[in-house]
């Protein structure tokens, strides 16, 4: 098991096996000004620092048709982060609450999202504002923001929803 550091005042942690149970693969890496996870914002800004979405070649196709959206979700692997732990204590005042109740890092399945704005993409590349992770942080997708998102395909059933 990963050593991750000190547990803070009143902090409490699952041991848990191995993880074996889905594999996620890794499309890109995030390049941003951010060297540790010290260094980086609590939430990216729309107006922050310029930053890059590096995409493996292989994926370059599947961004045809993304830039017709302002703003983009970006999902990503905080792979730095412990995932163990049940109840933190952000303020590390010893006062907790449970992980699923923060936008913490820390978490069993360590998956980062943001919302960016789209400045550009140059071939396999994004140059985005408004992330908040390391550089070099493993990339899992990219999708459309979705309250900018109008669906290609037509209505099926479900999509009108009344209560």
């Known amino acids: 098991m990963p050593m991750y550091g000190e547990l803070r005042e009143n902090e409490q942690i699952v041991h848990l ?6 594999a996620v693969r890794f499309i ?3 390049r941003t000004p951010w060297a540790t996870r010290a ?4 939430q990216g800004l729309l107006d922050g620092p310029e930053c890059r979405i590096e995409l493996d070649p292989v994926w370059q196709d599947a961004l045809d048709g ?4 302002g703003t983009v979700e970006v999902l990503y692997w905080l792979d730095q ?3 163990d ?10 006062r907790t609450v449970g992980t699923f109740a923060l936008r913490s890092p820390a978490r069993p399945n360590p998956i980062g999202t943001s919302i960016v704005r789209l ?3 140059e071939g396999g590349v994004l140059h985005v504002q408004g992330l908040d992770c390391v550089d070099g942080t493993p990339l899992i997708d990219l999708k459309p923001d979705r309250c900018a998102f109008t669906p290609k395909a037509p209505e099926q059933p479900g999509d009108s929803q009344t209560v």
């Open 17 to 22: 096996e191995p993880p074996s149970d889905g």
């Open 28 to 30: 890109g890496r995030i």
């Open 39 to 42: 260094d980086c914002p609590r």
């Open 66 to 69: 993304l830039d017709a959206y």
């Open 81 to 83: 982060s412990r995932r």
């Open 85 to 94: 732990l049940t109840r933190q204590s952000p303020r590390s005042d010893g």
């Open 119 to 121: 400045l550009r993409i």
